[in-house]
């Protein structure tokens, strides 16, 4: 309720002033509290998402942490490295896109990105984002272990070669650096140097498990090719022509695999 003075001065009554106080301060405290509500259920999701050890169900959690908070960056790259182990490499870039998005300078995503693309055989978008992952981290072993194996299937044998060796000097994981050696041994071998792809090789072959179909058939053929230097090498290289022979069973029963586990760098 209002009134006027004797000079037109508006004034309003004390009880008017203090609901208008009142209703201002409501407004601010649910502006502002709803807000940090959903980014707390936000993380109680991906909390679950990343305690959790049943593939859908962290995928289901990271979707509802993202869903309250579409800005959480965390929960797409969880997510992300869930479709990757899934092989759904399309989700998986989406995902990591998003990663980018938020944090355009972050090596790790880019790396990813480069490895999605690779599985989707778009190499040049793969080599793209793997030279973004090495400009924002030009120690990052895995992103040239990574775009060397692109550049190699580029028929970019010299760059791969490159690629390779800084990874193997820079070092880091053994999944990483056995890739590093396997592309590297394939390069050689490529250009008909066999002696240094035989000696990449021994190593890929130890410490490389995600290029198993590679290690299984290339032993054979690496074998073989030393056989003839002693009975204890032609007993390895019958040992090795089992493990072709297994894996065509494999193949035939159409028995899955069990995908390498994520790799840090």
Known sequence: MVY????????LEKGAIKVRS??????????SAVPT???QNAMNFYNLGVNSSIAYKKIHYFTKAIELNPYFSAAYEKRGMMYAFQEKYSRMIKDFLKVVELNPSEPQ???MLGLAYMKEDNLEEAVSNL????KFNPQLAGAYSYRAEAFR????????????????KIGGSEPNIGRAY???SKAYRELGQSERADADFKIASRLDPEYYKYTLFSSTEYLANLASESSELKRIGRM????VVALVFVLIFKLVLPPPKKEDD
């Open 4 to 11: 006027k003075s004797k000079k037109g001065i508006i004034f």
């Open 22 to 31: 009142a209703l201002v301060f409501t407004i601010i405290w649910f502006v």
């Open 37 to 39: 509500a959903w980014s």
């Open 109 to 111: 995503a880019y790396m």
């Open 131 to 134: 030279t973004h992952a090495l």
């Open 153 to 168: 299937l580029q028929g970019m044998v010299d760059e791969a070669i490159h690629d390779a060796t800084k990874a193997i």
């Open 182 to 184: 396997s592309t590297r």
């Open 240 to 243: 090795g022509a089992a493990l």
